[in-house]
């Protein structure tokens, strides 16, 4: 079974940077796509960013562009998110996905879910 463990989210003022933190076990091998998600309350998750790291690819939504980076965690199955001038409409649930692949421009990842960590941000 999947376990999926995110961390570092917390409460921030706009303009702040973050970073959260995703590692992953349970897979049974060596993912070489992990992806980021996010649910605000009362609307649905969506993609946030994914990294390939064995193609080099990384893949982002078009809201956070610019403003945050995936990238692959020292350990095997964990991805960071450093999220940089962060505004109130980033205010999400953020949860991480292993497994995946990515083509095109859109991540396929496993029906697996950890907890998520809630990143809070006030105007």
């Known amino acids: 079974q999947v376990q999926l463990v995110e961390s570092g989210g917390r409460f921030m003022q706009a303009g702040g940077s973050l970073r959260l933190s995703c590692a992953a076990s349970?897979?049974?091998?060596?993912?070489?796509?992990m992806g980021w998600f996010r649910q605000a309350p009362g609307k649905e998750r969506e993609f946030v960013a994914a990294i390939n790291w064995s193609e080099g690819i990384t893949v982002y939504a078009d809201s956070v562009k610019g403003r945050f980076t995936v990238s692959r965690g020292d350990a095997e199955n964990t991805v960071y998110l450093q999220m940089n001038s962060l505004k109130p409409e980033d205010t999400a649930t953020y949860y991480c996905?292993?497994?995946?692949?990515?083509?095109?421009?859109?991540?396929?990842?496993?029906?697996?879910w950890g907890k998520g960590t809630l990143v809070t941000v006030s105007s």
């Open positions: 349970g897979l049974g091998y060596s993912s070489d796509a």
């Open positions: 996905n292993a497994g995946g692949t990515i083509i095109g421009d859109v991540y396929y990842g496993l029906n697996d």
